[in-house]
């Protein structure tokens, strides 16, 4: 079947780099996306990985190796604005996109 | 989580045509429903806002003559692209918020619609 897990919910220290990871198992991989989405607001793209490694883009890396169904978001010197949800997501085939749950991400100061 | 279901997942129309797109939620009643248009590589745009009994709720910029939305049930919202254009070809994405749930959306696979 197709599945995607994230956890349900972090916390992390401002100023400080948390880890959100993504595992999936899907039918097809035609890439992954993250995306940020704080409360009312649609959802933000962060990154699209669909080659193995590591892609940094400012303060946000992901990372994905397609054998081991598996990526992680890595958000450095974290800031109070990035308390959102972040959603990872698969591309299946062509038309599907398969949604993780969402990681509710809180940070303190 | 929820499981929410779109279809057709691509649709391919002349221009001129309307093209309808369902979205379901199987195992939930959705009280809120949003729909969204995805370029690629590109953040979500949010669309439209319906809320259980309640029309729809566009967003600027956004047409409710042109992309017309039912709320027809607590698990079905139809979006229905009446005339489309080439424009128009997108992907077309939904999620759905149940009652009581303010933070947690559920999304569906997409639909992606190219109009010739």
């Known amino acids: 079947g197709q599945n995607i897990d994230q956890p349900t919910e972090m916390t992390a220290t401002e100023g400080a780099i948390v880890q959100i990871n993504c595992t999936y198992q899907?039918?097809?991989?035609?890439?992954l996306f993250w995306y940020q989405q704080h409360a009312g607001e649609a959802p933000t793209f962060l990154s699209y990985n669909v080659l193995d490694g590591l892609e940094e883009k400012g303060r946000f890396s992901s990372f994905l190796s397609r054998s081991k169904g598996y990526s992680y978001l890595l958000l450095k010197e974290l800031q109070m604005k990035d308390s959102a949800s972040y959603l990872c997501?698969?591309?299946?085939?062509?038309?599907?996109?398969?949604w993780g749950a969402g990681t509710k991400l809180i940070i303190k100061p | 989580g929820a499981v929410v279901s779109q279809h057709p997942s691509w649709v391919i129309c002349k221009s001129g045509t309307s093209v309808k797109i369902e979205c379901r939620s199987l195992?939930?009643?959705?009280?809120?429903m949003f729909w969204y248009r995805q370029f690629p590589k590109q953040s979500l745009m949010l669309m439209a806002t319906?809320?259980?009994?309640?029309?729809?709720?566009?967003e600027q910029g956004v047409e409710k003559d042109k992309f017309l939305i039912n709320h027809a049930s607590l698990t079905l919202s139809t979006l229905t692209v009446t005339s489309a254009h080439p424009e128009d070809s997108s992907f077309y994405i939904c999620s759905l918020r149940g009652r009581g749930e303010a933070d947690t959306q559920y999304f569906g696979p997409g639909t992606r619609l190219t109009v010739l």
């Open positions: 899907t039918s097809g991989f035609n890439g």
């Open positions: 195992d939930f009643q959705a009280t809120t």
């Open positions: 319906s809320n259980e009994g309640s029309k729809a709720t566009y």
């Open positions: 997501a698969v591309i299946q085939g062509d038309y599907q996109l398969i």
